[in-house]
T-cell receptor
């Protein structure tokens, strides 16, 4: 069964350091999402891509977070500098895209701990 | 804007007990509704969905009916198993527009089933 791949699974970093997460969606999935899940809460959308274009980054803290999907396939989410409040699970999801195609497949997530 | 409210948790049940997890929503238009499940250390998996009023989604013994008149999508299972222990998330998605597929999640309900 096809999966959304994410790495690293776990990352521990110190405050003010840079950190990056990588996501490889299911082959053929045009739409890719990054969600942040703080412990005890539901996931919240950070950024949505359609192919290589950003279609929604309204909740992305752009002073420290950046996301790219240069070739419309895999994607990288970067945080620089990391802050204590960034400790969370970062989830990547993908779907074929288009109207009605709204069943997302999630990866296992990247758990970030900022010390 | 869109929002999802789940019943306060956690929920602790004995094996073979009846399960209900309440979910209500606020949304414009006619959203699709979902239940996702998250097992320890894993990403989210789609459990079931419903795309229009009065639809019933079902999977693995779980059911939920889309009730537009009460804006609800309560999750039920007649006889839970220890293996059902997980976190359950109710979510909605509005079709159309550039942010199609974007999921808005509830806060999650932790279910623990004891033998």
């Amino acid at each position: 069964e096809a999966e959304v791949a994410q790495s690293p699974r776990y990352k521990i970093t110190e405050k003010s350091q840079a950190v990056a997460f990588w996501c490889d969606p299911i082959s053929g999935h045009a739409t890719l999402y990054w969600y942040r899940q703080i412990l005890g809460q539901g996931p919240e959308l950070l950024v949505q891509f359609q192919d290589e274009s950003v279609v929604d980054d309204s909740q992305l803290p752009k002073d420290r977070f950046s996301a790219e999907r240069l070739k419309g396939v895999d994607s990288t989410l970067k945080i620089q500098p990391a802050e204590l409040g960034d400790s969370a699970m970062y989830l990547c999801a993908s779907t074929f895209g288009g109207a009605g195609a709204n069943v997302l497949t999630f990866g296992a997530g990247s758990r970030l701990t900022v010390l | 804007g869109n929002s999802v409210t789940q019943m306060e948790g956690p929920v602790t049940l004995s094996e073979e007990a009846f399960l209900t997890i309440n979910c209500t929503y606020t949304a414009t238009g006619y959203p699709s509704l979902f239940w996702y499940v998250q097992y320890p250390g894993e990403g989210l998996q789609l459990l079931l969905k419903a795309t229009k009023a009065d639809d019933k989604g079902s999977n693995k013994g779980f059911e939920a009916t889309y009730r537009k008149e009460t804006t609800s999508f309560h999750l039920e299972k007649g006889s839970v198993q220890v293996s059902d222990s997980a976190v359950y998330f109710c979510a909605l998605s509005n079709a159309g527009g550039t942010s199609y597929g974007k999921l808005t999640f509830g806060q999650g309900t932790i279910l623990t089933v004891h033998p």
